[in-house]
């Protein structure tokens, strides 16, 4: 007997997650591939991490629930510390939602519902915790359709609910009022993962799910210090009642966030303008990239409230985005699944990026 056969079946088929070597090309690519932010820190966040750098007790284990920056985030948010858990990334908060709800309560595996298309870890994370993943599928352009997800929650019956709003790879926002509805039918654990909605509507305020988490029992909303130009940092965090929160907090491994990534997200919130200088340019570049890939034959553009845009292309997305890459611009093929036929993501890059991925593409295309 080989200790392979106590591995979880779940994990054939899988594979691990490997993105470009970037090193490799030397610097030379426009890395539009990841949703990341194109801009660097600047000088005056540069001087305000190093002031608290002077002051980390770096010997010592940072606060185990992360408590100070919880404090800071319910500030912002309108909610109180003990509705916030902190995750290495919103997607460590996902998993330990599957984590400590999959008990399965009618003896069956549990299930996890979502849309498709969407983040495709959402069915990875649910295989790998012996859930049964159940996407139901989006019209032609990407909407929700309340009456067969509503049917799809009435026959399944998930233990986890899960919608990206806005949607990645799509970009579209859905409309709360809809998951609102949604969320009231169901019993689930019904999480909606905010990671692009500083770039949505009217923002922030706007269109977060935030305020309604006092009103519908099971509602749970995901944020991300990632998609708003701190990636490196692994910081996200899961927003729910205190009572769902705190027994969540039990399946969190202690000091899942480092003394470093607390404390720069504790600076970074300090200066809310800078904060929202930066999501308003990012918003401006979409813009304008948007409008430049309006004006290429044969592309079609799909309205996006996020970091990226989605496109359609006139050919295979494969071969066109060897072509791009040759051409020194990484974009995301995203054209594995079927509703995504010919489709690749563009993240949202810096001026000159994004004119380089125009002139590309049309060159690509030709």
């Not at 912002?76 to 510390?81: D, L, Y």
């Not at 159940?134 to 609910?161: C, K, N, T």
């Not at 769902?244 to 039990?250: C, G, Q, V, Y």
């Not at 010919?342 to 060159?363: K, M, P, Y």
Request: include cysteine.
């Amino acid at each position: 007997m080989s200790w392979l056969e106590h591995l979880r079946p779940e994990l054939a088929g899988l594979s691990p997650l490997r993105l470009h070597d970037y090193a490799a090309d030397g610097g030379r690519l426009a890395r539009l591939d990841c949703n990341e932010l194109p801009f660097p820190v600047s000088e005056d966040e540069l001087r305000d991490f190093r002031a608290v750098f002077g002051e980390l007790s770096l010997h010592r284990y940072p606060d185990v629930s992360g408590a100070p920056l919880r404090q800071v985030l319910a500030a912002r948010w309108g909610v109180t510390p003990d509705q916030i858990l902190l995750g290495n990334g919103s997607i460590e908060a996902l998993a330990l939602l599957m984590t400590a709800f999959g008990g399965g309560a009618s003896g069956k595996p549990p299930s996890v519902l979502y849309p498709d298309p969407s983040f495709p870890h959402y069915e990875i994370i649910a295989r790998t915790n012996g859930f049964r993943p159940i996407a139901i599928p989006l019209d032609r352009i990407f909407r929700l359709d309340e009456r067969r997800f509503a049917a799809a929650i009435d026959e399944h019956r998930p233990a986890v609910v899960i919608f990206a709003s806005p949607n990645n790879p799509t970009g579209n926002l859905f409309d709360p009022k809809v998951l609102e509805r949604l969320a009231r039918r169901t019993d689930a654990a019904f999480v909606v993962d905010e990671a692009y909605v500083d770039f949505a509507g009217a923002g922030d305020c706007a269109s977060t799910m935030i305020p309604r988490i006092s009103e519908i029992p099971g509602l749970f909303v995901m944020r991300t210090f990632s998609k708003i130009g701190f990636a490196g940092l692994r910081v996200g965090a899961l927003v729910g009642a205190p009572n769902a929160i705190a027994e969540l907090d039990k399946v969190r491994l202690p000091w899942n966030l480092n003394a470093t990534s607390l404390a720069l997200a504790k600076v970074i919130l300090s200066r809310p303008k800078r904060l929202r200088l930066r999501v308003e340019s990012a918003i401006g570049l979409r813009r304008a990239l948007d409008a430049e890939l309006h004006g290429i034959p044969g592309i079609t553009v799909f309205p996006s409230e996020a970091n990226f845009i989605l496109v359609r292309t006139p050919l295979p997305a494969r071969l066109l985005f060897e072509r791009l890459l040759a051409r020194g611009i990484l974009v995301k093929d995203v054209s594995k699944a079927a509703p995504l036929d010919r489709c690749l993501r563009i993240t949202i890059g810096t001026t000159s990026e994004n004119a380089r991925c125009v002139q590309a593409l049309r060159d690509a295309l030709r």
